[in-house]
C-alpha cells in the first residue's frame, strides 16, 4: 500500500487495472470495456499500431514487432507497469523509454532504431518512433489501456468468428456496412 501512495503512476495503473478486471468480473467483455480505455491494436502482418482515444482520436502508426527468431505475443493484455525509462537487463541495457509493460516482460517502448519502423526487428517488444512512444505512455497514464496483438493466425479466426456471427443473425437487407470489418469494434448496445 505504501508503494501506491508514494507512486502516484503506479497507483493509477492498479487502479484503472482493478476496476477493469471488476468489470471483465462482472460480465462485461474487454470489448465492451473499451470505452472505458485506449484501445491499442497492433497488427504483426502489416507492423502497424492503431490507437483509440476515450475521446474518438483515432492513430495509426508504424511498429516494429519480434524478427524471425523471435516472438511477439498474440493476445488481448492490460497494462502491468509504465516506466518513462527502463534499460533491459536482458538486453545488454538497451534504453527502452516511455515503455508500458504488458505481458511477462514484453513492452511497448519508444527506439532510436526509427529506420527499422513498419518491420520486424525487435527481440519481441513493439517499438514506436520516440514521440508516438511519449504520446502513448501520457494517454496510457490517463485513460488506461486494452491491448490487442494480431498475427495473420488470430486475424483469421476472428474473420472466421465473424462470419459465422452473420450466418447466425444476416444483416438486414436495406442495412448497409459505413467501414470495412477490419475496422469493427464491439459497443454495448445503446440503454
Known sequence: MALLKSHPVVAGVFMRSFILSSIVIGGFSMAQCAALAVTIDIDIPSQRMLVKTVSGEVMTWPVSTARKGFVTPPGSYTPYSLQ??????????????????????????????????????????????????????RIVQLEGALISIHDAASRAKDADILAQSLEA????????????????????PAD
Open 84 to 137: 518513462k525509462m527502463h534499460y533491459s537487463r536482458k538486453y545488454q541495457m538497451a534504453p527502452m523509454p516511455h515503455s508500458i509493460f504488458f505481458h511477462e516482460g514484453y513492452a511497448i517502448h519508444g527506439t532510436g532504431s526509427v529506420g527499422q519502423l513498419g518491420r520486424p526487428a525487435s527481440h519481441g517488444c513493439i517499438r514506436l518512433a520516440p514521440a508516438n512512444a511519449a504520446k502513448l505512455f
Open 169 to 188: 443473425a444476416p444483416l438486414r437487407r436495406d442495412a448497409a456496412l459505413d467501414e470495412p470489418l477490419e475496422q469493427w469494434t464491439l459497443r454495448r
